[in-house]
T-cell receptor, first 113, second 114 residues
Framework: DGGITQSPKYLFRKEGQNVTLSCEQN?????MYWYRQDPGQGLRLIYY???????QKGDIAEGYSVSREKKESFPLTVTSAQKNPTAFYLC????????????FGPGTRLTVL | GNSVTQMEGPVTLSEEAFLTINCTYT??????LFWYVQYPGEGLQLLLK?????DKGSNKGFEATYRKETTSFHLEKGSVQVSDSAVYFC?????????????FGRGTSLIVHP
């Protein structure tokens, strides 16, 4: 079955540590996205990539970094510069270049201790 | 810029009641419009979509009609079930000329009681 996987499901981090969230898709989609979800705030875009080796900042990129070395993978690193990283993180993908449906992974819940 | 406004939740209904969740949008041209559903602890799933004015999207008993004149895409279901309890997100993707980045509403929580 085609889809998007995110790992781990739950992640705990100490303050001051960087942590990387995994996102893999086998849908052969060109575009991939990272969102942050906080209660009552909907989805906020962190980074997106429409092609391998290229990515753009979204609305809340500060304190985050990404890479897109392979079409199927788009890992997100939450750095120690992110002031309030505890949140639910969602990865999504779509066929680039059009008004197409986004397909979402199951999410990773990050808690900073 | 583009924006999506959804009614505040939670919406609390009894089983078999009629559901309406309002969604209005601001965008130039003809965006594509979407409803996504999120069950607790999961990612979003596409519920339905519409790509041009007067189109009706439908799935699993849910419907929404793309109304250009009122810039609305309200979600309706004739008879809700307990299993419909979830958070519903309205979203748009702008037409050509941009980066096709979606804009999401804040989500509306639906609670259905037996």
């Amino acid at each position: 079955d085609g889809g998007i996987t995110q790992s781990p499901k739950y992640l705990f981090r100490k303050e001051g540590q960087n942590v990387t969230l995994s996102c893999e898709q086998n849908l052969n989609h060109d575009a991939m996205y990272w969102y942050r979800q906080d209660p009552g705030q909907g989805l906020r875009l962190i980074y997106y990539s429409q092609i391998v080796n290229d990515f753009q900042k979204g609305d809340i990129a500060e304190g985050y970094s990404v890479s897109r070395e392979k079409k199927e993978s788009f890992p997100l690193t939450v750095t120690s510069a992110q002031k309030n990283p505890t949140a639910f993180y969602l990865c999504a993908s779509s066929i680039a270049g059009g008004q197409d449906t986004q397909y979402f992974g199951p999410g990773t819940r990050l808690t900073v201790l | 810029g583009n924006s999506v406004t959804q009614m505040e939740g939670p919406v609390t209904l009894s089983e078999e009641a009629f559901l309406t969740i309002n969604c209005t949008y601001t965008a130039t041209g003809y965006p594509s419009l979407f409803w996504y559903v999120q069950y607790p602890g999961e990612g979003l799933q596409l519920l339905l979509k519409a790509t041009k004015a007067d189109d009706k999207g439908s799935n699993k008993g849910f419907e929404a009609t793309y109304r250009k004149e009122t810039t609305s895409f309200h979600l309706e279901k004739g008879s809700v079930q307990v299993s419909d309890s979830a958070v519903y997100f309205c979203a748009l993707i702008p037409p050509s000329g941009g980066s096709y980045i979606p804009t999401f509403g804040r989500g509306t929580s639906l609670i259905v009681h037996p």
